[in-house]
């Protein structure tokens, strides 16, 4: 059976056994099949399995959702049960174990690539999520950390610090998980009214127009422009719609071959963001 444990010495110590390669799946909780499918691909490439829990105030700005953010974790750990064995581990802290000096004074800066699209939104959310990644990294020593691609800026930018600071560990990108009309499950979701739920499957729909252009032979500015259409006619408000290549840096007009298209938009008070690989060809 999973151990759950709350502060840094009881993680250490479900750590000591010797237990083969490890992996962590870090979550802010209110876990749903997005986070699962990740936890299942962990399981698939190590013996121990270790998910956190932990919603983090670090990356959330003035006038962001961190007190309705949504906390459930007896149904988080009900949820786990299933996929966790002897020698996995949850680590559910609260704010006081993994800052018990209070907000930290020496943080992990993004750079460049975290003020751009979600970081010129919500500035300084991705020095807030680095420095709680390389906190839990330390804590749970894993070999492999699996991320989802829904939040793609974000795993380009801790496969950067990982690389950058000497952080021994390899970060595995897993599929976005969705829903049967396309959208990408979120957290965020649980916010949606019912209309705003259908109208929300208009990310899904954008990405699908972007690609659908690009195969074409659209340039970057008319790919851009085609997803940007559909999304506008669907949220409230466009954040950014994007074409960008691996280290989110944006594709030039006459550029060909992989890039990411990454969008984001809001319906009523609810961001939501979504992103897809294509080629330009």
Same mark, same amino acid.
């Not at 993004?110 to 680095?130: C, I, K, N, S, T």
């Given at each position: 059976?999973?151990?759950?444990?709350?502060?840094?010495?009881?993680?250490?110590?479900?750590?000591?056994?010797?237990?083969?390669?490890?992996?962590?799946?870090?979550?802010?909780? @209110?876990?749903?099949?997005?986070?699962?499918?990740?936890?299942?691909?962990?399981?698939?490439?190590?013996?121990?399995?270790?998910?956190? +829990?932990?919603?983090?105030?670090?990356?959330?700005?003035?006038?962001?959702?961190?007190? $309705?953010?949504?906390?459930?974790?007896?149904?988080?750990?009900?949820? %786990? &049960?299933?996929? %966790?064995?002897?020698?996995?581990?949850?680590?559910?802290?609260?704010? =006081?174990?993994?800052?018990?000096?209070? !907000? !930290?004074? +020496?943080?992990?800066?993004?750079?460049?690539?975290?003020?751009?699209?979600?970081?010129? +939104?919500? !500035?300084?959310?991705?020095?807030?999520?680095?420095?709680?990644?390389?906190?839990?990294?330390? $804590?749970?020593?894993?070999?492999? *950390? +699996?991320?989802?691609?829904?939040? *793609?800026?974000?795993?380009?930018?801790?496969?950067?610090?990982?690389?950058?600071?000497?952080?021994?560990?390899?970060?595995?990108? *897993?599929?976005?998980?969705?829903?049967?009309?396309?959208?990408?499950? =979120?957290?965020?979701?649980?916010?949606?009214?019912?209309?705003?739920?259908?109208?929300?499957?208009?990310?899904?729909?954008?990405? #699908? @127009?972007?690609?659908?252009?690009?195969?074409?032979?659209?340039?970057?500015?008319?790919?851009?422009?085609? &997803?940007?259409? #559909?999304?506008?006619?669907?949220?409230? #408000?466009?954040?950014?719609?994007?074409?960008?290549?691996?280290?989110? &840096?944006?594709?030039?007009?006459?550029?060909?071959?992989?890039?990411? %298209?990454?969008?984001?938009?809001?319906?009523? =008070?609810?961001?939501?963001?979504?992103? &897809?690989?294509?080629?330009?060809?």
């Amino acid at each position: 059976m999973m151990r759950v444990v709350h502060d840094a010495e009881a993680l250490a110590e479900a750590l000591a056994a010797p237990g083969g390669r490890r992996a962590v799946v870090m979550t802010m909780g @209110a876990l749903h099949d997005g986070h699962l499918a990740l936890v299942r691909h962990a399981r698939t490439l190590a013996a121990q399995v270790v998910v956190t +829990v932990f919603v983090n105030p670090l990356q959330f700005g003035t006038g962001e959702d961190l007190d $309705r953010y949504p906390r459930d974790l007896p149904g988080d750990l009900a949820a %786990l &049960a299933p996929l %966790l064995t002897d020698g996995d581990v949850v680590y559910a802290p609260s704010a =006081s174990q993994m800052y018990p000096d209070g !907000p !930290p004074r +020496v943080r992990v800066v993004a750079g460049p690539a975290g003020d751009v699209l979600e970081g010129a +939104v919500r !500035p300084g959310h991705f020095d807030g999520m680095l420095t709680v990644v390389l906190k839990l990294l330390h $804590r749970t020593a894993p070999q492999v *950390a +699996v991320f989802g691609a829904k939040d *793609a800026q974000q795993v380009a930018l801790v496969r950067a610090m990982v690389h950058d600071l000497d952080v021994p560990v390899a970060v595995v990108e *897993a599929p976005t998980v969705r829903e049967p009309d396309g959208l990408a499950r =979120s957290s965020r979701n649980a916010y949606l009214s019912p209309t705003d739920r259908q109208r929300a499957t208009g990310l899904w729909r954008a990405l #699908v @127009a972007g690609r659908a252009a690009a195969a074409d032979g659209a340039r970057p500015p008319q790919v851009v422009a085609a &997803a940007q259409d #559909v999304l506008a006619a669907a949220v409230d #408000v466009v954040d950014y719609v994007a074409l960008v290549d691996q280290a989110f &840096a944006p594709v030039p007009d006459d550029a060909r071959g992989p890039a990411r %298209l990454v969008l984001a938009g809001r319906l009523g =008070s609810t961001r939501l963001i979504d992103n &897809a690989e294509l080629v330009l060809v």
